[in-house]
């Protein structure tokens, strides 16, 4: 299993990113997928889901209304579009599938929201 993230940046406050997560040696289209942040000196937290056909998501409070979060089967690759930007945003950002009891992680993509 390979899930390697792109498209994180620096932004200002109110900009918009969209990060892609690019899967591979497992069958992408069968699996929930996630997005989960981690700030500085925070822990991890989910930022968002969805299921493996794409009709269902779910969405951190904190995000609601400024993510989307969806995917492309064909493509092997799931997005998080992210809006109307917060400095409280910063972190590196992390997809993740829960594939044969196993959690697995990308490296992550930096998102810095700074003016």
């Known amino acids: 299993v390979q899930l390697v993230e792109s498209g994180g940046g620096l932004v200002q406050p109110g900009g918009s990113l969209r990060l892609s997560c690019a899967a591979s040696?497992?069958?992408?289209?069968?699996?929930?997928m996630s997005w989960f942040r981690q700030a500085p000196g925070k822990e991890r937290e989910l930022v968002a889901a969805?299921?493996?056909?794409?009709?269902?998501?779910n969405y951190a409070d904190s995000v609601k209304g400024r993510v989307t979060i969806s995917r492309d089967n064909a493509k092997n690759t799931v997005y998080l579009q992210m809006n109307s930007l917060r400095t409280e945003d910063t972190a590196v950002y992390y997809c993740k599938v829960w594939f044969n009891e196993v959690d697995y992680w990308g490296k992550g993509t930096l998102v810095s929201v700074s003016s």
């Open positions: 969805i299921t493996s056909a794409g009709g269902i998501t």
């Open positions: 040696g497992f069958t992408f289209s069968r699996y929930i």
